[in-house]
């Protein structure tokens, strides 16, 4: 895709002047971007217009971009992994929920502090006996985990080297295996755990405990290999990111998009499931 960067050099004719249009070179007019396809209420596939993304993340990241000045597009470019060779070519600038991981710091720079934190939490049936305030509270249960969940590194390992965990295709099956009695609890991330309980008629049954087991963030990461990839685009993205927090926006903006993503469940044409 041909990225654009403001120009005008061509017609300086002062030298004093090159020193203010050097900040302004490096911004760029648009940034196109992209994500997972199937992670709500952050970002799934648009029903309506299936060429971009929508949720969360897309709308915080559009609320930023318009305060910084930026054209920002929202694209799908595929599943998670090819979205991610998208951005690590330079093909597309930016990944809106990349997770932090030591692998790709070769090919990406992570914008920090992330653009949102996904809570993991513990889901039981209401009547459990399972008493749960740390991880540690897991072992000798079983219980289940979507597939497209993407934890720290460090949980990862903990739960590799000491939970009982069956991966499902996605978080609605997840669900369905705790609801039915085959495993004691689920983990997931409170949004969408929250909005997956609610859409499935679980939400009556369903306990989510309050200690987040996870904590990943879901950062923004520009591509070395993007053209707009500066340090004026950097500093202002972490400006922004730092900001936020405080804001309550990105509160609002998830709720809303819980809302929204439910709504379509309703409708013919369904999203994609987690």
């Not at 985990?145 to 720290?152: C, I």
């Not at 996605?170 to 495993?183: H, S």
């Not at 923004?220 to 950097?234: E, F, G, I, K, T």
Request: aromatic letters at 6%; one cysteine or more.
């Amino acid at each position: 895709m041909a990225l654009r960067r403001l120009g005008g050099m061509s017609l300086l004719v002062g030298l004093g002047l090159l020193p203010v249009l050097a900040g302004a070179a490096g911004k760029c007019e648009r940034l196109v971007v992209t994500g997972s396809p199937d992670a709500p209420p952050y970002l799934w596939q648009d029903p309506q217009d299936p060429k971009h993304l929508i949720g969360a993340s897309a709308d915080l990241m559009q609320q930023v971009a318009g305060e910084l000045g930026l054209k920002v597009e929202v694209l799908y470019a595929g599943k998670r992994a090819q979205a991610l060779d998208e951005v690590r070519s330079g093909r597309m600038d930016l990944l809106l929920d990349a997770p932090l991981t030591v692998n790709e710091l070769a090919a990406l720079d992570y914008v920090h502090p992330p653009l949102v934190r996904n809570d993991y939490l513990v889901w039981t049936r209401k009547d459990s006996p399972l008493v749960y305030s740390q991880a540690s509270d897991l072992q000798g249960h079983s219980g289940a985990l979507s597939q497209k969940a993407r934890l720290t590194q460090g949980f990862e390992l903990f739960a590799e080297q000491n939970l009982a965990l069956v991966r499902t295709p996605n978080l609605t099956q997840a669900l369905q295996k705790l609801l039915l009695g085959e495993v004691e609890y689920v983990l997931a991330g409170r949004y969408a755990g929250m909005a997956m309980a609610q859409t499935l008629g679980m939400a009556d049954d369903l306990l989510a405990h309050g200690q987040a087991v996870d904590q990943p963030g879901l950062f923004l990461a520009v591509s070395h290999n993007s053209a707009c990839n500066d340090p004026w685009l950097r500093g202002q993205l972490a400006k922004k990111m730092t900001e936020l927090p405080a804001s309550g926006l990105a509160q609002a903006v998830l709720q809303r998009n819980i809302e929204r993503w439910k709504a379509q469940q309703k409708q013919p044409a369904s999203a994609p499931n987690q």
